[in-house]
């Protein structure tokens, strides 16, 4: 043992021991210093962070309620399953995949990988159902199973009524991030605030034994009580679907129903619409099943995602077109505005307009002679609007035009506004200006349209359209109203008034008659507009726009197809009648009482008398003198049931057929087809077989040339003799 | 202070100012003592200041291990929160037994130990390998009601121990490569070899480490190490780039370097624990949240009280408590150090240094992995990590300090 080798031991030792003091400890404490001093505070609010993530407590999402709150849109809790594989033994393995396999229905060997990963927390099912949860509780408890599986609380969007509304509505993602309509444009009121303090919460979501007195809980979403009225919304539906069929629309077609005065859209319907509960499922069958026949490749998603895309689109506010005679009830309240024509103003239109070097026709080539301006407005004569033009010149007409609305945003809250496309005033050189006066060439949305309806029809107060009506918070208190009060008044109280029983004219006896109804007084306008951007095929947008009732008007209608391919592609024949049987089912439920003109009295309805317990010569009386006819069968001495029941209006004239015994009651006859006839001889096919007929549309008018269009029980339907089946007529010598 | 001044100033007696003189006259005394005593060694005190670190150390790790491991117990045990501190507090105090136990025995009958011991840690390493996976790696043997034990512990010791005998033997031939190399090195590669085959990379650094130092100190001549850390580096570049049995090392490297990154959900559980400790450790901030205080032990931070519960220690005492508690293990070491420094003898010297050096070793490896400081690897703090087996044996090491302090010619309170 020499002494150098223990000096040497000495020095080395004490090397080693510097070493570890200055550069190990030196180092982690170095290191300790920038974590928790330097970078301390932005750690500390990452931590913060990371616990309110992980706490997956996100607050629930509010509900969307209809105008009488029933539920549109709720969300529900659902779990989503978590393995943990580290805590995960080897002998435990083979039990837990073959319980989530059977439970959750997935293929085990995946959940075999799955339970091999070297992480902590590893997702294999979301948004499962509470029931669902339970049997993994269960079944964690039978197996004696306490780490391996968590399950985490989730929300789940639910749509009650499936397709209603789904274009307003719109749907959301799986983080529960609203991704369309609504849900888009509402979304950070309906997503709530999360809770800003974690520590309330652990990883798995249940509760920290500990009290920490900074807590603030998450902030459950506000709800939404919409304008949208569910009835409205579904007879409006339906009968926009039953069009869209009838009429083979190529390109959808939607619809809005608007308060006149205060601008809610009580409803708004876009068909073929989705399913918000499936929404990346294409809800129309003929293109799901292309789709499905296409090979797979970028070709096939690409035309998924066409499709998705066109099904979300809401082309009442993101669609623009060309309104087409619609528009002239915009162009001709303006120019009574400036007094510069009356109901009798005098235009000569001879089919033509000859206007700079251009002629311009009107949609009758022959031309209507000498007419008034309502008269103008009654026939849709494109001259006597391109002669209301002129009168107007191009700053007044984009006076009005600006006034009216057409040039900015409507400012619904719906997403995905577009924008018009028009020409200024500088730019309204004679031939723009003449047929802008009869709605072409500029594009606008379907929502604007309809605003501008609803100016003309309440008085000439521009509104707010909304579908928002007020906001309320978790408890139900309200937040937030929707803005009611009009952005500005257009025209005149009498201008409205005025304008109005032109267009009511219309409705009763013009090209807009097959939107009448009687009682009602409705007043509406059609379009027939030519799609410009199509250039190699001519295609169509049909459009009816009309409010009622037309002396104190409550609400505006705009009724669109785009590219119809039926039998017609006028808008007084395939958005027409829609309009007309939408306005007739709507009008009742909002409690608008009919009232008659003397006219309308006399070939109206009458109410059938109880007969019913009376002998059979007592009823034949009563019947008489109701104005009605009888039928009898069986061969008893009292009349046992009557079709209609007592209290139905069935034209005057109709037949009431009475039953004296009971098998006799149990009689049907089968519903003849009704469509396509004139009146006349709608009466004899439906007499043949012993049923009524109640006659609404043009037909009661009193003019000649009308054919029936929609019968509301289909053809081949069994029912009692004396069944009143509603026949809607429209006017086939007026179009445009 | 004073204290600590007395311990760089040793020897109650024969106050030589020069090191040299010191080590020559303790190696005196204790040659003078060892006929005194023989199984034994009751003659002299053990040395207090050490004992009192070691108490501190192992009454603060229990009360952190206690907090750090009371949510995860709770919610992975039925609600038993006592679950984890329970059994530490029983091994505790069996450690403490055994601890007092080996101080009184003469740290010389470990010589006769070396060579069984290595060769137990051998068949146990082999036998490791045969036991089930957990996580896919073999690092377990089951004890039953006594809980997991690992073989590497046996194995670091047994490296200290058979290093310490072997140089004491050799001191003159160290720097021969026959005698102060070649048996190491393949006493070395043996370990390393079967500690691979678990795999248990940090184990394997751990141990390589400690045979560097105690070979350093031993005098093996400087070129060796410059050779040995040459092919040691390219070892570990060539498997962290390459070798695809241990693609989980060079995931877990490319974890380091990024501990925040999203870009793949792989990588996102590859580094949740690693973010967890860092949220965990800047939360504390200077001073803490207080004990019992942590929220990121509440299921956010996987199993809090092993590895990681360095990071709720920081959490919940801050920087300061950190600080504090890292304070102790280096007044820990340099006490041991100064023993073993002034053992009576070179076997006794290189003993206590190989086992100090482990603690240092583990506890600076440990808070790196902590820190982030060096890639996620599974190192234990000791006194602190959940551990029955592991914390006995570490005991028992600390009752061999103490058992050569007996004899070492330091001042004794």
Known sequence: ?736 | MTRHQGTVTPMPRNMSKRPTGEIHAAAAYGKKVRKKFRIFSVRSGMDLPFLFLVMVLLIIGLIMMFSASYANAFYRHNGNSYFFISKQAIFAVLGLVVMFAVSYFDYHHFHEFAIPILLVSYALLVLVRFMPAVNGVHRWIDLGPFGQFQPSEIAKFSIVLIFAHLISLNFNRMGTFLYGVLPYALILGMTAALLMWEPHVSATVIIALIGAVMLFIGGVKLRWFVGAFSIFGAGVAYLVLFAKEYAYASDRITAWLDPFSNATPELIADTWQTRQSLYAIGSGGLLGLGLGQSRQKFLYLPEPQNDFIFAIVCEELGFIGALIIIILFAMLIWRGITISLRSRDKFGRLLGIGLIVQVGLQVILNVAVVTNTIPNTGISLPFFSYGGTSLVILLAEMGIVLSISRTSAIEKI
């Open chain 1, 1 to 736: 043992m020499s002494k150098g080798t223990n000096i040497r031991m000495w020095h080395r030792t004490v090397f080693v021991l510097l070493m570890m003091i200055v550069a190990g400890f030196g180092a982690v404490v170095f290191n300790l210093v920038r974590l928790q001093i330097v970078e301390g505070e932005t750690l500390k609010m990452r931590a913060v962070d990371n616990q309110v993530k992980d706490t997956v407590l996100t607050a629930q999402r509010g509900t969307i309620y209809d105008q009488n709150l029933k539920i549109l849109a709720q969300s529900a809790t659902v779990w989503q399953v978590v393995l943990e594989p580290a805590y995960i033994t080897d002998k435990n393995r083979d039990v837990i995949a073959a319980g989530l396999s059977e439970i959750l229905g997935l293929d085990k060997e995946t959940i075999l990988k799955h339970s091999k990963k070297k992480t902590y927390y590893d997702v294999i099912k979301r948004k499962v159902e509470s029931s669902v949860k339970d049997q993994i509780v269960a079944f964690k408890d039978k197996n004696d199973i306490t780490n391996g599986i968590r399950l985490i609380e989730d929300y789940k969007r639910y749509y009650p009524y499936g397709t209603l509304a789904s274009t307003i509505l719109g749907f959301t993602g799986t983080d529960s991030q609203g991704l369309s309509g609504i849900e888009a444009e509402y979304d950070s009121e309906l997503t709530g605030v999360s809770g800003k303090l974690v520590t309330a919460k652990n990883a798995i979501g249940t509760d920290m034994q500990y009290d920490y007195e900074q807590e603030v809980p998450a902030q459950d979403g506000h709800s939404l009580v919409l304008t949208i009225d569910e009835v409205v919304q579904h007879i409006l539906e339906k009968n926009l679907a039953e069009g869209l069929a009838d009429n083979n629309v190529q390109n959808r077609g939607c619809a809005i129903i608007m308060n006149v005065k205060t601008g809610a859209i009580i409803a708004m319907a876009v068909k073929g619409d989705f399913d918000p509960n499936d929404p990346f499922t294409i809800a129309d069958k003929t293109q799901a099943d292309a789709i499905a026949k296409m090979t797979d490749g970028a070709e096939k998603t690409q035309a998924i995602q066409k499709a998705q895309q066109a099904q979300w689109r809401n082309k009442c506010v993101s669609d623009t077109y060309q309104p087409g005679s619609v528009f002239k009830m915009i162009t001709g309240a303006s120019a009574m505005e400036e007094n510069l024509v009356s109901e009798n103003t005098q235009f000569s239109c001879p089919g033509y307009l000859k206007v700079g070097d251009r002629i311009i026709h009107d949609w009758r080539r022959s031309g209507f002679g000498s007419l008034t301006f309502a008269q103008g407005i009654c026939k849709s004569s494109n001259v006597v609007f391109m002669k209301v033009g002129q009168l107007l010149g191009p700053d007044l007409f984009f006076k009005y035009f600006d006034a009216f609305g057409f040039t900015s945003k409507t400012g619904i809250d719906l997403p995905g506004e577009s924008r018009s496309l028009y020409y200024t005033a500088s730019q309204l050189k004679p031939v723009e200006l003449a047929t802008s006066a009869f709605g072409q060439s500029f594009t606008i949305t379907p929502i604007q349209m309809v605003t501008a309806c609803a100016a003309v029809a309440n008085g000439g107060y521009l509104v707010h359209p909304h579908v928002v009506d007020r906001i309320l918070d978790s408890v139900g208190n309200i937040v937030k109203t929707a803005e009611t009060s009009p952005k500005r008044q257009v025209i005149s109280e009498d201008t409205s008034k005025r304008i109005s029983a032109i267009l009511q004219q219309d409705a009763t006896s013009g090209t807009a008659s097959s939107g009448y109804i009687p009682g009602y007084r409705i007043a509406g306008k059609t379009g027939t507009s030519e799609k410009q951007e199509i250039k190699t095929s001519k295609e169509y947008i049909a459009s009816y726009c009309g409010f009622a009732p037309a002396d104190d008007p409550r609400i505006a209608m705009l009724v669109f197809y785009d590219e119809p391919h039926g039998s017609s592609y006028y808008g007084s024949q395939v958005a027409g009648p829609v309009f007309l049987k939408t306005m007739s089912e709507v009008l009742p439920y909002l409690g608008v009482e009919p009232v008659y003109t003397e006219e309308e009295m006399a070939k109206l309805d009458a109410q059938t008398p109880s007969v019913t317990g009376m002998t059979v010569a007592q009823a034949k009386n009563k019947i008489f003198q109701n104005g009605l006819t009888s039928q009898f069968y069986g061969s008893g001495e009292k009349v046992v049931s009557q079709v209609p029941e007592p209290g139905k209006s069935i034209p005057k004239g109709g037949q009431v057929v009475l039953f004296t015994d009971e098998q006799s009651a149990s009689k049907t006859v089968a519903v003849p087809d009704l469509v396509g006839l004139t009146l006349a001889q709608a009466n004899e096919r439906a007499s043949a077989v012993g049923i009524n007929l109640s006659i609404t549309g043009a037909a009661l008018s009193g003019t000649a040339n009308t054919i029936s269009k929609l019968q509301d029980v289909p053809a081949g339907t069994k029912v009692s003799p004396g069944t009143v089946v509603t026949v809607s007529f429209i006017e086939t010598s007026h179009v445009e």
